[in-house]
Structure formats: structure tokens, C-alpha cells
């Protein structure tokens, strides 16, 4: 399910792969289908494919991150997202796995984003486990 997920995770296919995910989960821990997934999605520590690819996504992002240009490389001023990527507004990057991620990862809290590799995916992995985002939408960082 998560193979090369930060590829096609942006395609409006995902929703169909999320309905067969709550099935799949259901119908391991013996739950019917009027049941709820999103406390078994808590309940089991399970990710649900919007919290992977908004995961998988953060992740690449945060290891380019330093060959990407931020807005403080633009400009001197102190602002609010001084510490931003900046995401290409053509576009060949709308929709794109590079400009999805770039929007993802800038929503994420300064704190967040200046933790080294391994602690940065274990916290956003921890906080997505308690979110349990249905939707890519519900992500607010």
C-alpha cells in the first residue's frame, strides 16, 4: 500500500485505497462494517494512508530540505514563514509530489523542522497516530 506512496499518494485514486484500508482493517481484528475505523486506526497504532503519505511526504522533503530555497534566502526580513520552502507557483509543480510534500512540510511547527532525521519522522509519525487524519485536508500541522 505504501510503495512509492509519495509518487501517486496525490492522486484522487487515494480515497479508494483508504475505503479498502478501513475494510482490510476491519475485517482483521473481526469488526463489522458499520464499525468506526478511526479508533481501531488508534487502537492498533495503524496509519491511515492519508497520515503515510503526508508522513512519507514530510520525511523526503525534510532531507532536501537544505538544497531547497526558503524564503529568508530570498529576502532579510523577519516574518512569520521566513523559515519556509518556497513552493514553485508553475505549473509542473501543482499537484506534484515535490509541491504537495513542499506544502505539507511548511505547516509543520519550526520546532518540528529542525529535528534531525530520525526523531523528525518518529515525532510526525506519533502525532499522525493521534490525529487520524481521514482526509489530507484535516492535516493542519
Known amino acids: 500500500m505504501s510503495y512509492a506512496i509519495v ?3 496525490f492522486s484522487p485514486q487515494l480515497e479508494s485505497v483508504f475505503l479498502l484500508q478501513k475494510r482490510a482493517v476491519r475485517a482483521v481484528f473481526g469488526y463489522g462494517s458499520r464499525t468506526s475505523c478511526r479508533p481501531l486506526f488508534k487502537e492498533y497504532g495503524i496509519l491511515t494512508i492519508y497520515a503515510q503519505v503526508i508522513l512519507d511526504s514530510c520525511c523526503l522533503i525534510h532531507k532536501v530540505a537544505p538544497t531547497l530555497t526558503k524564503r529568508s534566502d530570498i529576502h532579510g526580513y523577519n ?3 521566513k523559515n519556509n520552502i518556497i513552493n514553485s507557483s508553475n505549473k509542473i509543480m501543482d499537484g506534484s509530489f515535490l509541491g504537495e510534500g513542499i506544502k505539507y ?3 509543520l511547527p519550526k520546532e518540528l523542522r529542525s529535528l534531525g532525521p530520525e526523531p523528525f519522522r518518529n515525532t510526525l509519525k506519533g502525532q499522525l497516530l493521534e490525529m487520524v487524519p481521514y482526509s489530507l ?5
Not at 485536508?137 to 500541522?141: A, C, R, V
Request: aromatic share 36%; hydrophobic share 15%; net charge positive.
Open 79 to 81: 516574518t512569520k514563514y
Open 105 to 107: 512540510y511548511n505547516k
Open 7 to 9: 509518487y501517486w499518494g
Open 137 to 141: 485536508g484535516e492535516f493542519k500541522g
